[in-house]
């Protein structure tokens, strides 16, 4: 099944909770082949490029084929997993190591022009920038 065959409901908050477990237990019970096969996998092509903080601080996020750059440096990640690639909605929940110890994920979601990454912590918002 796709990503873009198996949409999260939007309407039930209780589905959708049941919805997101169900994905998190797909991951979890994959097999090193399948993790390092998304791992090494590029990113859709429209998260692709430099982003820039929407509010207008210096932070920056890079994506580079299926790497992250957070402020210049690269973010190694354990593990990343589509959850919807659409034309109108991308995202992405990515396991960190520090994530991993705490079983929480990150979450990288493209909706419009607007980037979104959102940690157990902090969300931050970037806007594709201008050349």
Known sequence: MTPE????????????????????????SSSEAEIRQRRE????????????????SDTELII?????LWAGEPRPYLD??????????IHYEIVFPEDDEEDSQTALFLMGDEL???SWHAVAGFVREET
Do not use: C, S
Request: net charge negative.
């Open 5 to 28: 065959d198996d949409r999260p409901p939007h309407d039930d908050a209780d589905a959708f909770e049941a919805w997101l477990e169900r994905k998190r237990e797909e991951r979890k």
């Open 41 to 56: 996998a590029a990113f859709p092509e429209a998260l692709q490029g430099r982003w820039v903080d929407a509010e207008g």
């Open 64 to 68: 580079q084929g299926g790497q992250i």
């Open 80 to 89: 990343k997993m589509p959850l919807v690639v659409a034309a109108d909605e």
């Open 116 to 118: 979104f990454f959102q």
